[in-house]
């Protein structure tokens, strides 16, 4: 039987290799007996163990980041391409329709005579209504000026032309479109005209619209449709937005077609 023999100092955190301990035989012989215990490793020691080292782990590392960062360009130039030829199409479309062919002629709210031709070279974002619109009309004119304002702001974009035509030719006379006009950008132009010419340009644009009974002072509401038209420089009408689109979504859409505007006129 054997005893082991040692100091109760043994339990405090031994190195890997201690001094010989003393085994006690029941004849009294002593025996020497090395004992490699592990010591408790610091927070500090163990971290530095588990932690991957050298160059490799470096490596691996560059490239799994760089691996991942051209996946991710090539998604997003994907995704633009994708982007571009759907909005191609979109236009083609747009434009096989016929919407906006032929001219127009009207007279702006300072009585100055005005025909398509005379926007050829600008964008043009237009708006059909009318100045006794109580709430939909002064919304949706007020959006159209956030876009021009948004464009504005970024330089390198051509500027853009807002135009209000009217549908409602019988009270929008010249004085009565500027004054409305006044109230919303500086740059704003107002188009008024005869019945004829106004149904004219109507018609040309897709544009319903329909008055409707008067009231005891005369007064009535006019139906009409609701959309904001996008020219190109060449005249053509190459968008429209909806009233569920933003101010932003339109401003997006207006510089992608900036981006993507090749004229077809030579």
Same mark, same amino acid.
């Given at each position: 039987m054997?005893?082991?023999?040692?100091?109760?100092?043994?339990?405090h955190r031994?190195?890997?290799l201690k001094?010989p301990?003393?085994?006690w035989?029941?004849?009294?012989?002593?025996?020497?007996?090395?004992?490699?215990?592990?010591?408790?490793?610091?927070?500090?020691?163990?971290s530095?163990?588990?932690?991957?080292?050298?160059?490799?782990?470096?490596? /691996?590392?560059?490239?799994?980041?760089?691996?991942?960062?051209?996946?991710?360009?090539?998604?997003?130039?994907?995704r633009?391409?994708k982007?571009?030829?759907?909005?191609?199409?979109?236009?083609?479309?747009l434009?096989?329709a016929?919407?906006?062919?032929?001219?127009?002629?009207l007279l702006?709210? /300072?009585?100055?005579a005005?025909?398509?031709?005379?926007? /050829?070279?600008?964008?043009?974002?237009?708006?059909?209504?009318f100045?006794?619109?109580?709430?939909?009309?002064?919304?949706?004119?007020?959006?159209?000026?956030?876009?021009?304002?948004?464009?504005?702001?970024?330089?390198?974009?051509p500027p853009?032309?807002?135009?209000f035509?009217?549908?409602?030719?019988?009270?929008?006379?010249?004085?009565?479109?500027?004054r409305?006009?006044?109230?919303?950008?500086p740059?704003?132009?107002?188009?008024?005209?005869?019945a004829?010419?106004?149904?004219?340009?109507?018609?040309?644009?897709?544009?319903?619209?329909?008055?409707?009974?008067?009231?005891?002072?005369?007064?009535?509401?006019?139906?009409?449709?609701?959309?904001?038209?996008?020219?190109?420089p060449d005249?053509l009408?190459?968008?429209?937005?909806?009233?569920?689109?933003?101010?932003?979504?339109?401003?997006?859409?207006?510089?992608?077609?900036?981006?993507?505007?090749?004229?077809?006129?030579?």
């Amino acid at each position: 039987m054997l005893l082991l023999v040692w100091t109760p100092k043994a339990w405090h955190r031994l190195s890997p290799l201690k001094p010989p301990a003393l085994l006690w035989t029941p004849g009294g012989e002593a025996l020497h007996v090395r004992y490699r215990l592990m010591s408790r490793q610091g927070p500090g020691e163990a971290s530095r163990q588990s932690q991957p080292q050298g160059p490799g782990f470096r490596t /691996r590392l560059l490239i799994t980041a760089l691996f991942g960062a051209g996946l991710g360009g090539a998604w997003l130039a994907a995704r633009a391409e994708k982007e571009q030829r759907r909005q191609q199409q979109r236009t083609e479309a747009l434009r096989q329709a016929a919407v906006g062919q032929g001219d127009f002629n009207l007279l702006d709210h /300072r009585g100055q005579a005005r025909c398509k031709a005379d926007f /050829r070279g600008q964008w043009v974002l237009m708006y059909f209504g009318f100045t006794h619109c109580p709430d939909i009309c002064p919304d949706e004119l007020e959006k159209l000026v956030q876009v021009v304002q948004k464009l504005e702001a970024e330089p390198g974009l051509p500027p853009v032309q807002p135009i209000f035509i009217t549908v409602d030719p019988e009270r929008d006379t010249i004085a009565a479109m500027a004054r409305y006009v006044q109230d919303f950008h500086p740059r704003l132009l107002g188009l008024t005209g005869s019945a004829e010419q106004v149904a004219q340009v109507s018609r040309s644009y897709r544009v319903y619209y329909s008055a409707g009974p008067k009231d005891e002072d005369q007064d009535y509401i006019v139906d009409h449709s609701i959309a904001i038209y996008l020219l190109s420089p060449d005249g053509l009408f190459t968008d429209y937005y909806g009233r569920a689109k933003s101010a932003q979504q339109i401003a997006d859409s207006v510089r992608r077609h900036m981006a993507a505007f090749r004229s077809v006129l030579g």
